[in-house]
């Protein structure tokens, strides 16, 4: 193992700080926050079986995504750069060499597709936003906003002019440098979300469906678990945290030196967890209540909660917030999705901002069209695991986020020095930072390899 260079006094990161650990602890948790928590987890666990995959998906969460997400804050402030430099510079620090770029440039491809299909996604919440704020749910039963949906999924037209101004305003606001806006944005949208899941949790309480619901979700079925609902499981957790890409390496690049690593982490990915948890225990009694099928697949948010806006006091209003706040929630995710490229562009290759995030956001905008097309005029070419759009979630989500956070943790764990790690890491905190080693060093990587292995039936 190289020696480690600990520059004596460390890194400066080249376009400013957080203005405080709770400006950190915002934007981590802004990117978190998302439609992987509200859209994608109850769909995921409706698909795959529910009880055991939502524990899988928590063993997950806590013994690969944290010590991931610790790795990655870590490594983004020791580097001050984009993932490509950082990796480059720590990789020539501490191992000679500069080819662990190659994690960065990985995490860079992957976040341009997931941002793709995110964004046209992000704009199926606006477009109900509209709806809601309309009145238009009245009195529709199951079927009725079945047809609705099939009904706005089927017009790639509409699909995109939401995407278009979904990106359009992701760029807009990356262009003018992520901190501004973002702390207060994130403040305010995460608790009021939160307000609004609960007020639709009396729903789910009081109109049936409910012990069903929990059941579903939280009572194991091992039975019903195969290789792939474990891979599901544990890519679900990546995605959800926002982990094995580089993004929250990305903002780790801008955190002050004395801020702790560990209670961050471990603020933003207990909140992450509570919400997603939040949306399942929402979502789950209404669908069966109303005999739907848990395994609807990425309809369901959407064919299930304006069920419950309907019969509530203030439904027009809570919905039109609801899906804009979900639309927000969207944002302060895709804007990390593009940061690391859009940082990369300017310290690698001396763009300005603005002219970076066009760049990116209008590739990705474009990209985009793949999973506008899978919903309607290419629904039908099915090729590996479905349409373009199934394709370019699993590739990202089951592969590409777990491997980028594997080779992570070989270099956090192993490669790096535990000099340097330690020094990250609150040093004071011994036993958190040998926990964390353990988890980095083995139970995270040797899972990794595990899920996969399993998944494509090598374990049996
Ligand atoms: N975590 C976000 C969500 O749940 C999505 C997201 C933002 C993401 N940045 C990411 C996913 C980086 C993977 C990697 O909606």
Redesign the pocket.
């Known amino acids: 193992m190289a020696e480690s260079a600990d520059p004596a006094t460390p890194r400066a990161s080249l376009h400013g700080q957080w203005s405080s650990r709770l400006a950190f602890v915002l934007a981590v948790a802004g ?7 509200i859209w ?1 987890f109850p769909y995921v666990a409706g698909q795959n079986g529910g009880g055991a995959f939502v524990l899988i998906y928590l063993l997950c969460v806590f013994g690969i995504g944290l010590p991931i997400m610790m790795a990655e804050i870590l490594l983004g402030r020791r580097g001050r750069r984009n993932p490509i430099t950082t990796m480059a510079l720590l990789g020539r620090e501490e191992a000679g060499s500069q080819r662990w770029a190659l994690v960065g440039v990985i995490g860079m491809a ?2 341009f597709l ?1 941002l793709s299909f ?1 964004s046209v996604i992000a704009g199926w919440t606006l477009h109900y936003m509209v709806l809601a704020a309309q009145d238009t749910f009245a009195g529709a039963d199951a079927a009725a906003l079945g047809e609705l949906f099939g009904g706005l999924v089927a017009n790639p037209w509409i699909l995109t002019g939401w995407h278009t101004l979904f990106m359009g305003i992701t760029i807009f606001v990356v262009a003018r440098g992520v901190e501004k806006g973002l702390e207060r944005a994130v403040r305010i949208m995460v608790p009021a979300l939160i307000a609004i899941m609960l007020a639709l949790l009396g729903y789910s309480i009081s109109f049936g469906g409910f012990a069903e619901g929990l059941d579903f979700l939280f009572r194991p079925d091992f039975d019903a678990l195969t290789g792939s609902s474990v891979l599901a499981a544990m890519g679900q957790a ?8 580089g ?1 929250v390496m990305a903002y780790g690049a801008y955190l002050p030196q004395e801020e702790s690593i560990i209670k961050t982490s471990v603020a933003v990915v207990s909140a ?1 967890t509570a919400i997603a948890l939040l949306a399942g225990i929402v979502i789950f009694p209404i669908v069966f209540a109303n005999n739907l099928d848990p395994a609807e697949g990425p309809g369901l948010v959407f064919q299930t909660l304006p069920l419950a806006l309907t019969k509530m006091p203030g439904g027009v209003f809570v919905g039109t917030a609801f899906f804009l706040l979900l639309a927000f ?2 944002l302060t ?2 804007i ?2 593009m940061e690391p490229v859009v940082a990369w562009l300017m310290e690698g290759h001396a763009m300005r901002r603005g002219a970076a995030a066009l760049l990116a956001g209008g590739t990705i905008w474009a990209l985009g069209f793949l999973t506008v097309l899978s919903f309607n005029v290419l629904a039908d070419l099915r090729f590996l695991r479905g349409t373009f759009f199934d394709n370019i979630d699993y590739l990202t989500s089951n592969i590409m ?1 777990p491997a980028g956070g594997f080779l992570i943790t070989i270099f956090a764990g192993w490669v790096m020095c535990s000099n340097s790690s330690a020094d990250e890491l609150d040093p004071e905190a011994g036993t958190v930072y040998g926990l964390w080693r353990v988890l980095t060093r083995y139970a995270a990587p040797v899972a990794v390899v595990l899920v996969f292995l399993n998944a494509i039936g090598v374990l049996g």
Not at 238 to 245: A, D
């Open positions: 990117s978190a926050v998302g439609l992987g928590n994608k992957c976040g997931i995110y990546f995605f959800s945290l926002s982990v094995g890409m993004a992450d929630a969207g995710s895709a990390s999705l986020l």
